[in-house]
């Protein structure tokens, strides 16, 4: 089916034959103390091995998400959204295996070059699929319930999830060569990341999007030691609690809008376990209904309106928005899942909603590789 598919795309059969083979093999992953270990001791030799792997291992993941990408149901893989992004993954996977091995140092820093380029190229996924996802939706019979809905949840869980992997190690390959790397970095990794300086930060931003569309915007305090420290990818987290603080503050603007009341701080509250670092963001916007927390990690959920209703120009649309596309939190608790931590809900309709991010210490969870 899916060949018949794709017979009128560009494609050759005989690169759609080779995705299928590649998508079938067995996908190796790594785990964040690895990538730590390896990248701590690069030498030339070093990078030409993880030249090697990549040039291996990437073509096996991006052929997987190609296959899964055309076979979709209620018609979701014929959006012209979806079939931008699956051209991209096509495109990926040809530049990678029409690359040559890579033997000596000269080929290694060309192979750096085109991964490099593949990870520009994908820079646009998550918003595009976004889309692709919001043409299903309006298509779909309003009856239908989320649960009918499960298969293509789980495939964009497993589809990010990849997705995440697969930058995870083009950026820490790409990042190696970087010739004044700052100190402490290793690629992504922030040997000694302070959560509480991560989450200020992240704070910071989304409240300036809340400003920015409601003209005002909660408070936000941070407790927690500021010089606690440990290993951890600066970028994920900052995206995590971005996510998590934006909904807080939109809870609570729209609660305490029209009335005189001061609206109350979001609290956000770094714990440092043996086992995990915490952080937990409070709000008192009012919370969650409890027949509406089944839904909340989904991406066809929002209570929102859809900021892409409003966007014309679709093909540069940012993420950067208060909220309405439903992804907020379930890829958020995709990027704490990556390094084996988790996100978990916890709402008293009437108050207010705590969000738990649980970040894995030990940092030996393999990536989980759907
Ligand atoms: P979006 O913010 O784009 O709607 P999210 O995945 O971030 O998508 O959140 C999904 C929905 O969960 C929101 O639309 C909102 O209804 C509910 N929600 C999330 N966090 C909170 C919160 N802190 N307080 C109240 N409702 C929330
Ligand atoms: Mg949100």
């Not at 030498?43 to 993880?50: G, K, V």
């Not at 990408?69 to 979806?82: D, N, R, T, V």
Request: glycine share 6%.
């Amino acid at each position: 089916m899916a060949a018949k598919k794709l017979s009128d795309s560009l494609f050759s059969k005989r690169l759609l034959e080779e995705v299928q083979r590649w998508g079938s093999m067995k996908q190796t992953g790594v785990s964040l103390r690895y990538m730590l270990e390896f990248g701590s001791r690069f030498t030339e030799r070093n990078l030409i091995l993880a030249a090697q792997f990549l040039h291996k291992e990437l073509p096996i993941r991006i052929a997987r998400r190609a296959i899964e990408l055309q076979s979709l149901p209620y018609g979701l893989s014929e959006k012209p959204a979806i079939l931008k992004v699956r051209d991209w993954y096509l495109d990926s996977f040809r530049d990678l295996r029409s690359f040559p091995d890579v033997k000596e140092k000269n080929d290694e820093q060309e192979f750096t070059k085109m991964i490099n380029l593949i990870k520009v190229r994908h820079n646009n996924v998550v918003p595009t699929m976004a889309l692709g996802v919001q043409q299903l939706k309006k298509d779909l019979d309003p009856k239908l319930d989320y649960k009918d809905l499960d298969d293509i949840h789980q495939f964009l869980d497993r589809f990010y999830m990849s997705r995440i992997g697969i930058r995870m190690l083009i950026g820490q390959h790409v990042a190696m060569h970087e010739p004044n790397p700052p100190p402490d970095r290793i690629g992504y990794i922030h040997t000694k990341m302070s959560p509480v300086e991560v989450a200020r930060n992240a704070s910071e931003d989304a409240r300036s999007v809340c400003l920015r569309e409601y003209g005002s915007a909660p408070d936000v305090h941070v407790y927690g030691d500021p010089n606690f420290t440990f290993p951890y990818v600066p970028n994920h987290l900052h995206l995590m609690v971005f996510e998590l603080v934006k909904n807080s503050l939109r809870a609570v603007e729209e609660r305490f809008m029209d009335s005189d009341k001061i609206a109350p701080p979001i609290r956000i509250i770094v714990a440092d376990g043996l086992e995990d670092v915490t952080i937990k963001v409070s709000d008192e916007g009012g919370g969650i209904p409890r027949s509406g927390l089944p839904r909340i990690f989904t991406y066809l959920y929002s209570t929102a309106k859809n900021p892409l209703d409003e966007r014309a120009d679709l093909g540069t649309a940012d993420i950067a928005t208060m909220a309405g596309y439903g992804f907020g939190l379930p890829i958020s608790r995709l990027y704490a899942r990556y390094f084996g931590g988790d996100l978990q809900i916890i709402s008293m309709e009437g108050y207010g909603t705590d969000a738990y991010l649980h970040l894995s210490r030990l940092g030996d969870s393999q990536e989980p590789l759907p």
